[in-house]
């Protein structure tokens, strides 16, 4: 796993579809924050150095639903998921190279 960081982007335009629009970050996240708006509508945003992405609910500003709390549930357990593998690699990493010493 070598490589410089970098974040892609691509788009898809096809006749009759709606466009379709990927952000891959293969770089640190420089921050992840989540706020609430006055307006009372909350919203999740991932930063880069190159991109920004933001989440948020559904609607103008209108009361938060069902399937925004099972995105919202879904974001969590994907994150949680990544943060376990994450800890997980790191050790493992850290492991090899203390023996390897």
Do not use: K, W
Not at 56 to 65: D, E, I, L, Q
Not at 69 to 78: G, H, K, S, V
């Amino acid at each position: 796993m070598t490589g410089r960081p970098y974040t892609h982007l691509s788009m898809s335009i096809d006749p009759g579809e709606r466009p379709r629009i990927g952000i891959s970050f293969y770089a640190s996240i420089t921050r992840a924050r989540a706020r609430v708006l006055e307006s009372g509508r909350p919203y999740l945003v991932l930063e880069s150095d190159e991109a920004d992405v933001t989440v948020s609910t559904t609607g103008a500003a209108g009361p938060v639903t069902a399937e925004d709390l099972d995105i919202a549930r879904e974001i969590f357990n994907a994150a949680a998921r990544y943060l376990a593998d994450c800890e997980r690699l790191h050790t493992e990493h850290a492991q090899a190279t203390d023996s390897a010493a």
